[in-house]
T-cell receptor, first 112, second 113 residues
Framework: DGGITQSPKYLFRKEGQNVTLSCEQN?????MYWYRQDPGQGLRLIYY???????QKGDIAEGYSVSREKKESFPLTVTSAQKNPTAFYLC???????????FGPGTRLLVL | QKEVEQNSGPLSVPEGAIASLNCTYS??????FFWYRQYSGKSPELIMS????GDKEDGRFTAQLNKASQYVSLLIRDSQPSDSATYLC?????????????FGAGTRLAVHP
């Protein structure tokens, strides 16, 4: 089955801790994205990558970091500098950066 | 500031009725328009995409685009309780090479039996 997987489904972060969210796709898509969703708000773009070994900041990149070492994988690290990390994190991919985006199931991050 | 506006709702319709969801956008150079459905606690799933003025139909869903009025809508015919969800409008890419999607905050639809 082709698709996008995200893990874990739920993640708990302690104060001062960095945590990494996994996103993997087997759709052979070039472009991948990370969004954050807060209650009552639209999706906000954190980072995106149009091609392997290249990525750009989105609208709310502060406190986050990413890597794109493989076409299939685009992990997101939420660093201790992100003071309000509690949110629903969504990974998406598209064949290119101008085409329809498809979403993974999401990771819900909570702060202990 | 590129914006996509949706009425947050809830929009309440009886089962079998037509639900009409609306979205306006600020950038006249926008070229692609998407409707996603999001059930509570789940990720968005694509319902429709539309790129040209006019109507596009897919089963019970019809997307309508009017670029002159900067307006895109989604009609759901014969609404079912299973259609109860939040519907997200997404717009892009924009003029000037900004090729990312901007999402509205969504409209919550409640279909009651």
């Amino acid at each position: 089955d082709g698709g996008i997987t995200q893990s874990p489904k739920y993640l708990f972060r302690k104060e001062g801790q960095n945590v990494t969210l996994s996103c993997e796709q087997n759709l052979n898509h070039d472009a991948m994205y990370w969004y954050r969703q807060d209650p009552g708000q639209g999706l906000r773009l954190i980072y995106y990558s149009q091609i392997v070994n290249d990525f750009q900041k989105g609208d709310i990149a502060e406190g986050y970091s990413v890597s794109r070492e493989k076409k299939e994988s685009f992990p997101l690290t939420v660093t201790s500098a992100q003071k309000n990390p509690t949110a629903f994190y969504l990974c998406a991919s598209s064949p290119s950066d101008r085409e329809t985006q498809y979403f993974g199931p999401g990771t819900r991050l909570l702060v202990l | 500031q590129k914006e996509v506006e949706q009425n947050s709702g809830p929009l309440s319709v009886p089962e079998g009725a037509i639900a009409s969801l609306n979205c306006t956008y600020s950038d006249r150079g926008s070229q692609s328009f998407f409707w996603y459905r999001q059930y509570s606690g789940k990720s968005p799933e694509l319902i429709m995409s539309i790129y040209s003025n006019g109507d596009k139909e897919d089963g019970r869903f019809t997307a309508q685009l009017n670029k002159a009025s900067q307006y895109v809508s989604l009609l759901i015919r014969d609404s079912q309780p299973s259609d109860s969800a939040t519907y997200l409008c997404a717009v892009g890419p924009f003029s000037g090479g900004y090729n990312k999607l901007i999402f509205g905050a969504g409209t919550r639809l409640a279909v009651h039996p």
